[in-house]
């Protein structure tokens, strides 16, 4: 694989990673209204380095149930612990959000929610519903949890027929234990394969590079999600969000990202994004098309 290899200290970052400031009328109007009415974006509480492009797009995504996951994955920076109660209109907050932003094109996420018995899913159905009815011009993504592989939670999310529905497998199979921790690499698979054969008209998942995989893995990875007859992949550059997460191995090239674009392709996804600043919701107005 070409990689540039991390040595224990701080190395700066490969130029290729290197983010221009956002800019431009949309994202300014955007960010003005976002902050005038304290709307919640994962946009901007997670500094997301494609902000200005896909706001501008009329693309932007939100979190649910909380800030405080039941899961302490070692890449994600996410608090953990304790979750909060359950806001019952929140789907009327988030709708309401959506609405004032004009946005085309929403990507709905969420923290883990295992606490709870059904999982978070009614809430995740009512947010669905309430942005349905608000916005009825605006297209869904839902960028969903596992659930735990309980069935009778994910059809919750397609009772209400999102134009995608997303589930990251975040890692190649051999990491999955030291990435993901309470999460299991067949299990995210097995949700994968139980969307598209329960009627998901698509579906996608995202990995993300440089924990120490190896091209082969990578490939692997790509296959099995082919096998579940995946519709969009994603692969971006893992960043340590803290010196608690999981160091950065590798920076992958952009000739490498390039390669597994070109791989992905040749597999038969319907769309591949690969790229070091790559994320889940990067362009995910197209992947409905």
């Not at 589930?167 to 995210?188: D, F, G």
């Amino acid at each position: 694989m070409s990689t540039t290899t991390l040595t224990p200290e701080r190395v700066q970052k490969p130029k290729w990673l290197r983010v221009k400031l956002p800019t431009g009328k949309k994202y300014t109007n955007l960010r003005g209204l976002v902050d005038k009415y304290k709307l919640n974006t994962i946009c901007t509480s997670g500094s997301c380095p494609n902000m200005g492009e896909c706001w501008g797009e009329g693309t932007a995504t939100f979190m649910i149930l909380g800030n405080v996951c039941t899961r302490s994955c070692g890449f994600c920076g996410v608090k953990t612990g304790r979750p909060e109660t359950v806001e019952w209109d929140e789907p009327e907050k988030v709708a309401r959000s959506i609405k004032i932003m004009d946005i085309k094109h929403a990507v709905i996420t969420s923290v883990d929610r295992d606490d709870l018995k059904d999982m978070g899913s009614i809430i995740w159905a009512e947010t669905v519903k309430a942005i349905r009815r608000m916005n009825p011009n605006t297209t869904l993504e839902t960028l969903i949890p596992d659930f735990q592989g309980i069935e009778k939670h994910i059809d919750r999310i397609l009772e209400v027929h999102p134009e995608v529905i997303s589930h990251n497998m975040e890692t190649v199979k051999r990491l999955t234990r030291e990435v993901r921790i309470q999460a299991k690499y067949e299990r995210s698979l097995g949700v994968l394969k139980y969307l598209k054969e329960n009627g998901a008209s698509r579906t996608k998942s995202g990995i993300m590079l440089g924990l120490g995989e190896t091209e082969a893995e990578v490939i692997e990875t790509l296959e099995d999600l082919r096998k579940v007859n995946l519709d969009v992949v994603t692969i971006g550059q893992y960043l340590q969000p803290s010196k608690k997460h999981l160091p950065v191995k590798q920076f992958i090239t952009p000739d490498q990202f390039k390669k597994y674009e070109e791989i992905g392709k040749d597999l038969g996804f319907r769309h591949v994004e690969s790229g070091a600043l790559v994320r889940s919701s990067y362009k995910a107005q197209k992947h409905i098309h």
